[in-house]
């Protein structure tokens, strides 16, 4: 069933990108429809065009190329569309807004930055999610980027800022560094892991007494948890 929570369509024959994709915008709060070609991406469309609310549609796509499916899509549906191609020309670009679509990324592509993106596309559309999320006496406005507690404003990084906002989202739950990197960093990320274990210490610090909040959850990884933290 579908709640009040926005629903986006993935649409990519790359396996691996569809499935990060997938991982972070469930943990960013969407319902998630995925297709691997374009034939099956015009199959979820109309099983569900009431329900979509934005789609991710890559270019390069067996059974049916990403602009015949978005030419087909707007035979009927204003829906927002972004493109996701390989390919930077402006030509190609060009010829994804002649056919109706939103906005265009190139990959590889940062995933929280597509986030931003399509955040921004769905305010056009006037469907935005919810500018702020609260965790106790923290309160995080996604389109400001700000984090506050108890009414003062934690000076982060825009990575430690993503990696707050995703163990937030998550709270209560026992995250893995692998899903973590995924899906702050991205799919494409090629750094250590280690690169999360020194990003929660550096946020631990700025959270002073209440660093306690992200717990360390043995041989798996973190885990947001309010209670017992004077949050």
């Not at 691996?16 to 915008?25: G, P, Q």
């Not at 065009?49 to 499916?69: E, H, Q, Y």
């Amino acid at each position: 069933m579908f709640d009040k929570k926005l629903c986006i369509l993935i649409a990519d024959d790359e396996i691996k990108i569809v499935k990060a994709l997938k991982d972070f915008f469930k943990a960013n709060g969407f319902h998630v429809l995925e297709a691997v070609d374009g034939g099956e991406a015009l199959d979820v469309f109309y099983e569900n065009n009431t329900k979509i609310d934005i789609i991710l549609l890559d270019v390069m796509m067996p059974v049916a190329d990403g602009f015949s499916v978005l030419r087909e899509i707007r035979e009927t549906s204003l829906v927002p569309v972004i493109m996701l191609t390989a390919k930077g020309e402006e030509y190609d670009q060009i010829k994804g807004f002649q056919n109706g679509a939103d906005d265009y990324i190139p990959k590889p592509f940062s995933i929280t930055l597509l986030l931003a993106r399509v955040e921004a596309v769905l305010k056009r559309a006037g469907k935005s999610k919810n500018d702020e999320v609260s965790a106790g006496n923290m309160r995080i406005n996604v389109l400001r980027r700000t984090i506050y507690v108890n009414d003062e404003r934690l000076d982060l990084t825009p990575k430690e800022f993503d990696l707050m906002h995703y163990l937030v989202l998550n709270r209560n739950m026992a995250l893995s560094r692998e899903q973590i990197l995924n899906s702050v960093w991205g799919y494409d990320f090629e750094g250590d892991i280690r690169t999360v274990d020194t990003h929660v210490k550096q946020l631990r610090n700025k959270l002073g007494v209440h660093a306690a909040c992200i717990k360390t959850v043995h041989k798996i990884g973190y885990q947001f948890e309010l209670q017992g933290t004077g949050l």
